[in-house]
Nanobody, 124 residues
């Protein structure tokens, strides 16, 4: 099994920045693509950013492409999401996820492991 734990959420004013971290443990040798998702109340969970195993390929949702940056360390057990220019619409629970599929995964159902989520609230 793989365990993922997010940290770094909280309350921030509009225009501010936050960095989320995701620490993986367990059988991370079987995980490849990783991603960050978020889910706001009454909305579906959406993929924000994904990164390939080695970290050379990234994918971003259009809504965050210029403002958010995903990266992972070479050991592939730690994932980050740098978020700048935050807006009230970014308020949601943010999740880290890992996939057993190689390459870069942009389909939510292909993510096998999920963190417990961390709340981010952006005030106006």
């Amino acid at each position: 099994q793989v365990q993922l734990v997010e940290s770094g959420g909280g309350l921030v004013q509009a225009g501010g920045s936050l960095r989320l971290s995701c620490a993986g443990s367990g059988r991370t040798d079987r995980t490849y693509s990783m991603g960050w998702f978020r889910q706001a109340p009454a909305k579906e969970r959406e993929l924000l950013a994904a990164i390939s195993e080695i970290g050379g390929v990234t994918h971003y949702a259009a809504s965050v492409k210029v403002r958010f940056t995903i990266c992972r360390v070479n050991t592939k057990t730690t994932l980050y999401l740098q978020m700048n220019s935050l807006k009230p619409d970014d308020t949601a629970v943010y999740y880290c996820a890992a996939s057993n599929f190689r390459g870069i995964v942009v389909v939510t159902t292909r993510y096998n492991y999920w963190g417990q989520g961390t709340q981010i609230t952006v005030s106006s």
